[in-house]
Protein backbone atom coordinates (compact mmCIF):
# COMPACT_ATOMS: atom_id res chain seq x y z
CA UNK A 1 0.00 0.00 0.00
CA UNK A 2 1.03 3.87 -1.10
CA UNK A 3 0.96 5.97 2.41
CA UNK A 4 2.29 9.57 2.28
CA UNK A 5 4.02 11.02 5.47
CA UNK A 6 4.11 14.63 5.94
CA UNK A 7 5.27 16.13 9.52
CA UNK A 8 7.08 19.11 10.90
CA UNK A 9 10.06 19.25 12.95
CA UNK A 10 8.33 18.15 16.03
CA UNK A 11 6.93 14.94 13.68
CA UNK A 12 10.19 14.65 11.81
CA UNK A 13 12.01 11.98 14.02
CA UNK A 14 8.58 9.70 14.27
CA UNK A 15 7.88 10.27 10.41
CA UNK A 16 11.65 9.38 9.82
CA UNK A 17 11.01 6.19 11.65
CA UNK A 18 8.00 5.57 10.01
CA UNK A 19 9.17 5.57 6.66
CA UNK A 20 11.76 2.31 7.49
CA UNK A 21 9.25 0.55 9.40
CA UNK A 22 6.76 0.75 6.67
CA UNK A 23 8.91 -0.22 4.51
CA UNK A 24 9.63 -3.33 5.95
CA UNK A 25 6.29 -4.36 6.43
CA UNK A 26 5.78 -4.26 2.98
CA UNK A 27 4.55 -0.58 1.94
CA UNK A 28 5.12 1.69 -0.36
CA UNK A 29 5.67 5.03 2.41
CA UNK A 30 6.27 8.33 0.10
CA UNK A 31 7.94 10.81 1.82
CA UNK A 32 6.17 14.38 1.79
CA UNK A 33 8.48 16.44 3.89
CA UNK A 34 10.67 17.93 5.32
CA UNK A 35 13.50 16.64 3.80
CA UNK A 36 15.25 17.78 6.89
CA UNK A 37 14.84 18.90 10.38
CA UNK A 38 14.29 22.46 10.56
CA UNK A 39 12.90 23.74 13.95
CA UNK A 40 10.95 26.87 12.74
CA UNK A 41 9.53 25.33 9.54
CA UNK A 42 5.46 25.12 9.64
CA UNK A 43 3.42 21.81 9.30
CA UNK A 44 0.42 23.07 6.48
CA UNK A 45 3.05 22.31 3.09
CA UNK A 46 3.74 18.96 4.55
CA UNK A 47 0.52 18.23 5.55
CA UNK A 48 -1.36 19.50 3.15
CA UNK A 49 0.44 17.42 0.58
CA UNK A 50 0.10 14.42 2.18
CA UNK A 51 -3.28 14.33 3.12
CA UNK A 52 -3.91 15.71 -0.77
CA UNK A 53 -2.58 12.61 -2.12
CA UNK A 54 -3.90 10.27 0.06
CA UNK A 55 -7.59 11.59 -0.89
CA UNK A 56 -6.52 11.44 -4.56
CA UNK A 57 -5.02 7.89 -4.46
CA UNK A 58 -7.26 5.40 -3.82
CA UNK A 59 -6.39 2.45 -1.72
CA UNK A 60 -3.83 4.53 -0.20
CA UNK A 61 -3.42 6.27 3.24
CA UNK A 62 -1.98 9.54 4.92
CA UNK A 63 0.26 9.76 8.14
CA UNK A 64 0.32 13.49 9.40
CA UNK A 65 2.68 13.88 12.28
CA UNK A 66 3.18 17.49 14.56
CA UNK A 67 3.77 18.05 18.39
CA UNK A 68 0.51 17.01 19.51
CA UNK A 69 -1.27 16.24 16.18
CA UNK A 70 -4.05 18.84 16.36
CA UNK A 71 -2.56 21.23 13.97
CA UNK A 72 -2.28 18.15 11.74
CA UNK A 73 -5.92 16.77 12.01
CA UNK A 74 -7.40 20.23 11.54
CA UNK A 75 -5.28 20.88 8.44
CA UNK A 76 -5.72 17.65 6.61
CA UNK A 77 -8.92 17.78 7.26
CA UNK A 78 -9.48 20.76 5.18
CA UNK A 79 -8.39 19.00 2.11
CA UNK A 80 -12.13 17.02 0.19
CA UNK A 81 -11.88 12.84 0.48
CA UNK A 82 -10.16 13.01 3.68
CA UNK A 83 -11.09 11.44 6.54
CA UNK A 84 -8.21 12.23 9.28
CA UNK A 85 -8.68 10.94 12.56
CA UNK A 86 -6.20 11.67 15.79
CA UNK A 87 -4.82 8.60 17.19
CA UNK A 88 -3.68 8.34 21.04
CA UNK A 89 -4.42 4.90 21.71
CA UNK A 90 -3.53 1.43 20.12
CA UNK A 91 -7.92 1.83 20.20
CA UNK A 92 -8.38 5.03 18.19
CA UNK A 93 -5.98 3.48 15.86
CA UNK A 94 -7.89 0.72 15.17
CA UNK A 95 -11.54 2.01 15.66
CA UNK A 96 -10.20 4.70 13.06
CA UNK A 97 -10.30 2.88 10.37
CA UNK A 98 -13.07 0.39 11.24
CA UNK A 99 -15.81 2.74 12.30
CA UNK A 100 -14.69 5.97 10.62
CA UNK A 101 -12.46 4.41 7.56
CA UNK A 102 -10.40 7.16 8.34
CA UNK A 103 -7.24 7.71 5.61
CA UNK A 104 -5.46 9.83 7.49
CA UNK A 105 -3.61 9.49 10.61
CA UNK A 106 -2.83 11.85 12.63
CA UNK A 107 -0.33 11.54 15.42
CA UNK A 108 1.44 14.27 18.34
CA UNK A 109 5.03 12.98 17.64
CA UNK A 110 5.95 15.20 21.56
CA UNK A 111 2.73 12.70 22.94
CA UNK A 112 4.11 9.58 23.27
CA UNK A 113 7.22 7.20 23.41
CA UNK A 114 8.55 6.48 19.79
CA UNK A 115 7.30 2.71 20.09
CA UNK A 116 4.20 3.21 21.35
CA UNK A 117 3.50 5.68 18.44
CA UNK A 118 5.42 2.87 15.92
CA UNK A 119 2.21 0.57 16.79
CA UNK A 120 -0.25 3.09 16.76
CA UNK A 121 0.75 3.76 13.09
CA UNK A 122 1.12 -0.54 12.75
CA UNK A 123 -2.79 -1.31 13.89
CA UNK A 124 -4.23 1.83 11.77
CA UNK A 125 -2.04 0.40 8.51
CA UNK A 126 -3.59 -3.14 9.20
CA UNK A 127 -6.65 -2.39 9.83
CA UNK A 128 -9.87 -2.32 7.52
CA UNK A 129 -13.27 -0.91 7.43
CA UNK A 130 -15.82 -2.77 9.20
CA UNK A 131 -18.54 -2.04 6.14
CA UNK A 132 -21.16 -1.89 8.99
CA UNK A 133 -24.36 -0.51 7.42
CA UNK A 134 -24.44 2.33 10.15
CA UNK A 135 -20.64 2.92 10.03
CA UNK A 136 -21.30 3.25 5.71
CA UNK A 137 -24.40 5.45 6.23
CA UNK A 138 -22.81 7.94 8.63
CA UNK A 139 -19.77 8.40 6.16
CA UNK A 140 -22.23 8.84 3.47
CA UNK A 141 -23.56 11.75 5.68
CA UNK A 142 -20.45 13.37 6.27
CA UNK A 143 -19.59 12.74 2.48
CA UNK A 144 -22.71 14.25 1.07
CA UNK A 145 -22.20 17.41 3.50
CA UNK A 146 -18.68 18.25 2.13
CA UNK A 147 -20.60 18.02 -1.72
CA UNK A 148 -23.48 20.08 -0.94
CA UNK A 149 -22.76 21.89 2.40
CA UNK A 150 -26.47 21.00 3.21
CA UNK A 151 -26.41 19.83 6.84
CA UNK A 152 -28.41 16.13 6.99
CA UNK A 153 -31.85 15.63 7.93
CA UNK A 154 -32.87 15.46 11.74
CA UNK A 155 -34.02 12.17 12.44
Known sequence: MRIFLGSDHAGYELKSRLL???KELGHEPVDCGPDAYAPSDDYPPYVLRAAKHAADEPGSLGIVIGGSGNGEV??????????AAL????ETASL????????????GGRMHPLDDAVRFVELFVATSFSD????VRRIGMLADYEKT???PPLP
Open 74 to 83: IAANKVPGVR
Open 20 to 22: GRL
Open 149 to 151: GEL
Open 87 to 90: VWSE
Open 132 to 135: DPRH
Open 96 to 107: ARQHNDANVLSI
